[in-house]
């Protein structure tokens, strides 16, 4: 890590002062209640920062300086800010310790206790969302069943695309919501696949290099081959509707298995939403994810947790 600038209060660590690595993380804080029934409410109390620490070699004219300067500040315990790379935070030394070999050679090591994260968090990542890729694989499928003209392929298709328009956001909605979804989709692919089945078949069936056989009506003969041709043109498009219908599928059905689950014992919907999202207003998020219109919990109920806030649709009517 020679390329990187590490500054620990007014200190710059330079060369092999610098580690080889610097581990990041933390962990939530939880009070777990065992309930009658089996159940269990687990309260999440904050993320806390676990000590930062690192090994090194200070080396140099100024090698014992330096350890003496960072044994000092250990002594004094003020907060000191610990900077690198987009990380910064406000730590107080817990330990320092150098082994004396030489006055110009020291290995050291020190750990730091956490007081605070200063830096911005990432609520997000930049990679597109689900609503995104859900919505451009839907305008391609479309595409292809226009391209088809099959009243079958095109009347199932309407219902997908009623399905996901009734969703202002997949990474939020109920299971219900994406169970709406789910079912129409596979029956979309169903009747694809048994198609192309049907396609394969028409081609396969072809008796004579040129599709005419002795003494067989020649209006037959032309029907047939004009049906495989057109079963030609047919097959790549369904292919790639059913491949493209696929992945919605595995999106929505990703969302449907990675929710997350949460046993509560009664409370608010805007005290939960504070705690988990920052901000009271998306517990109509959490109501919507769980079929609720109230933000009061009553009794013993296992919520899912949407895991982004979402504030569409404002008060939610019962």
Not at 49 to 58: A, K, N, R, T
Not at 84 to 103: G, H, K, L, N, P
Not at 132 to 147: E, F, H, K, P, R
Not at 253 to 279: E, K, P
Request: with cysteine; charged share 15%.
């Amino acid at each position: 890590m020679a390329d990187l600038a590490l500054y620990l209060g007014e200190m710059q660590f330079d060369g092999t002062e610098i580690p080889q690595q610097i581990a990041i993380g933390g962990e939530q804080r939880l009070v777990t209640h065992d309930l009658i029934g089996g159940l269990r409410a687990v309260d999440a109390m904050g993320g806390f920062c676990l000590p930062i620490e690192w090994s090194g070699w200070l080396r140099g004219q100024d090698a014992m300086q330096r350890a003496r300067y960072l044994d000092t500040m250990r002594a004094q315990g003020k907060p000191l800010a610990l900077t690198w790379s987009e990380f910064i935070y406000a730590v107080v030394i817990r330990t320092f310790r150098a082994d004396f070999q030489r006055f110009y050679q020291m290995p050291y090591s020190i750990v730091l206790e956490v007081v605070e994260d200063l830096g911005q968090p990432d609520r997000s990542l930049s990679a597109a969302s689900i609503d995104s890729l859900i919505s451009g694989d839907m305008l391609t499928a479309g595409g292809l069943v226009d391209g088809l003209g099959m009243s079958s392929i095109t009347s199932l298709f309407g219902a997908v695309q009623t399905a996901v328009d009734g969703v202002s956001s997949f990474a939020n909605a109920a299971q219900s919501t994406l169970n709406s979804v789910l079912q129409p989709i596979a029956a979309l692919r169903n009747e694809a696949q048994t198609i192309v089945a049907q396609v394969n078949n028409v081609l396969v069936n072809v008796a004579t290099v040129g599709g005419i056989l002795p003494n067989t009506p020649i209006a037959q003969q032309v029907q047939k081959i004009s049906g495989q041709i057109l079963a030609a043109q047919q097959l790549p498009a369904l292919v790639n509707l059913d491949r493209v219908m696929g992945r919605v599928q595995g999106n929505v059905g990703s969302v449907y298995n990675s929710a997350r689950r949460q046993t509560v014992a009664g409370g608010n919907l805007m005290d939960m939403a504070a705690q988990l999202y920052g901000d009271a207003m998306a517990w109509t998020g959490l109501a919507k994810a769980n079929g609720m219109t109230d933000p009061a919990v009553t009794g013993i109920q296992e919520l899912t947790i949407p895991a982004t806030a979402d504030t569409n649709g404002g008060i939610l009517i019962s």
